[in-house]
């Protein structure tokens, strides 16, 4: 129980106690998200961008399937009406699955074994594990816009499950974001790749939570890759963005 309220109490202060990098995030997400705007938040661990685009006025559909994140959500976020709370995991396709749980460091909670198994080798993870699991609900983006619409945007941050949530998506949607790791830049690559099928897009990169992009203009795919490849031996995560060329 102990490890259990520390874990949730670290990520609480990560994503809510940093008042300079939430200014920063509502810069950011403000060139995506604006009032009346809908977000998809698939892994919204403790809501820290469900306060972001609140702020910017957008409607917010926060998927998270973690019991205790779920609680925090919901004490933070069950009665703003343009909070709409899913607790499920999302993938591939719609059913029951397991989630391995790291109760210390919550954030690296996944739906993926092997993503579990291939980031263990890495420093960052070395004091990381996966000491529970729980069976959670699984539906997928289709089915989620199906029943809320198409979202503005949608950040897809699930710890090596990227791939199984954007095979769950049949159409472009008009921006997104998903999470880097230099551990698995091959897994990262094929995300990009599923992205590509998706649309014809523009991507750009902010390192490690900085809510800063990284280049001053949108990259096509080589370009993106490139970037990728020069910060991949600093060994630091980030978040991959994509708009619509048409957007861009």
Same mark, same amino acid.
């Given at each position: 129980?102990?490890?259990?309220?520390?874990?949730?109490?670290?990520?609480?202060?990560?994503?809510?106690?940093?008042?300079?990098?939430?200014?920063?995030? $509502?810069?950011?997400? &403000?060139?995506?998200?604006?009032?009346?705007?809908?977000?998809?938040?698939?892994?919204?661990?403790?809501?820290?961008?469900?306060?972001?685009?609140?702020?910017? #006025?957008?409607? $917010? $559909?926060?998927?998270?399937?973690?019991?205790?994140?779920?609680?925090?959500?919901?004490?933070?976020?069950?009665?703003?009406?343009? =909070?709409?709370?899913?607790?499920?995991? $999302? &993938?591939?396709?719609?059913?029951?699955?397991?989630? &391995?749980?790291?109760?210390?460091?919550?954030?690296?909670?996944?739906?993926?074994?092997?993503?579990?198994?291939?980031?263990?080798?890495?420093?960052?993870?070395?004091?990381?594990?996966?000491?529970?699991?729980?069976? =959670?609900?699984?539906?997928?983006?289709?089915?989620?816009?199906?029943?809320? #619409?198409?979202?503005?945007?949608?950040?897809?941050? =699930?710890?090596?499950?990227?791939?199984?949530?954007?095979?769950?998506?049949?159409?472009?949607?008009?921006?997104?974001?998903?999470?880097?790791?230099?551990?698995?830049?091959?897994?990262?690559?094929? %995300?990009?790749?599923?992205?590509?099928?998706?649309?014809?897009?523009?991507?750009?990169?902010?390192?490690?939570?900085?809510?800063?992009?990284?280049?001053?203009?949108?990259?096509?795919?080589?370009?993106?890759?490139?970037?990728?490849?020069?910060?991949?031996?600093?060994?630091?995560?980030?978040? %991959?963005?994509?708009?619509?060329?048409?957007?861009?």
């Amino acid at each position: 129980m102990l490890a259990r309220a520390w874990g949730i109490a670290r990520s609480l202060v990560i994503y809510h106690g940093q008042p300079a990098k939430h200014r920063r995030a $509502v810069r950011l997400y &403000g060139e995506f998200l604006g009032p009346g705007d809908l977000a998809f938040d698939v892994g919204a661990h403790v809501g820290g961008r469900v306060r972001t685009w609140r702020r910017l #006025g957008a409607r $917010v $559909v926060a998927v998270e399937p973690q019991p205790d994140c779920l609680r925090v959500l919901r004490l933070l976020f069950g009665r703003d009406r343009e =909070v709409t709370i899913e607790p499920r995991a $999302v &993938g591939a396709r719609a059913g029951r699955a397991r989630l &391995g749980v790291s109760t210390a460091t919550p954030t690296v909670s996944s739906m993926s074994q092997d993503w579990r198994e291939s980031v263990v080798a890495d420093r960052s993870f070395a004091r990381v594990r996966w000491d529970r699991s729980v069976e =959670v609900d699984v539906t997928t983006l289709d089915d989620l816009i199906t029943t809320h #619409g198409l979202p503005a945007f949608c950040k897809i941050d =699930v710890e090596g499950f990227e791939a199984d949530v954007l095979a769950g998506l049949s159409r472009p949607l008009p921006a997104l974001s998903f999470e880097y790791l230099p551990p698995t830049h091959e897994r990262s690559l094929a %995300v990009l790749e599923r992205v590509q099928q998706l649309g014809d897009y523009r991507y750009n990169y902010s390192p490690v939570e900085t809510m800063r992009f990284s280049s001053d203009r949108w990259l096509d795919a080589p370009g993106l890759v490139a970037l990728l490849e020069r910060v991949r031996p600093l060994g630091r995560s980030g978040d %991959v963005y994509a708009r619509l060329a048409a957007r861009s």
